[in-house]
């Protein structure tokens, strides 16, 4: 009966141990996947905060786009209506010139020429 207890002790200590082996191996396993894991989590943040970074940058450029063709539109615009005003008020000084420069009433005359002397019969009308 001493071998048939030895057996069954080294049966036992055999077994204990593979099952020691197995758990370390295991353990390993989930070590080996739980750093796969982080690594691989740290590198879809990386992805993606590169892929926001891109993003956020085409949008600037964008964004920067659609603000240069807006000040472009209005300074377009605001020089128009300049234009316009100016060509306006060019207009409105030389109608003032030209009503500036003329005489206040109209001047109405006959004029005859007589041998010696001239005469001269001028009606004035002021308006």
């Not at 879809?44 to 940058?57: I, P, Y």
Request: proline share 1%; with cysteine; charged share 25%.
């Amino acid at each position: 009966m001493d071998t048939k207890n030895l057996e069954k002790a080294a049966v036992k200590i055999q077994a204990w141990w593979r099952g020691t082996m197995v758990r370390r191996t295991l353990l390993h396993a989930a070590l080996k996947a739980w750093a796969i894991q982080c690594w691989w989590r740290l590198a879809q943040t990386k992805m993606l905060e590169r892929r926001r970074r891109l993003a956020l940058r085409l949008y600037s450029c964008q964004e920067w786009a659609v603000v240069r063709v807006q000040a472009q539109v209005r300074m377009w615009q605001a020089r128009r209506r300049f234009l316009q005003t100016r060509k306006a008020a060019c207009i409105i000084q030389s109608r003032w010139r030209g009503h500036a420069s003329q005489p206040r009433g109209l001047i109405q005359g006959c004029y005859t020429v007589k041998a010696s002397r001239l005469q001269l019969d001028i009606e004035i009308l002021v308006a």
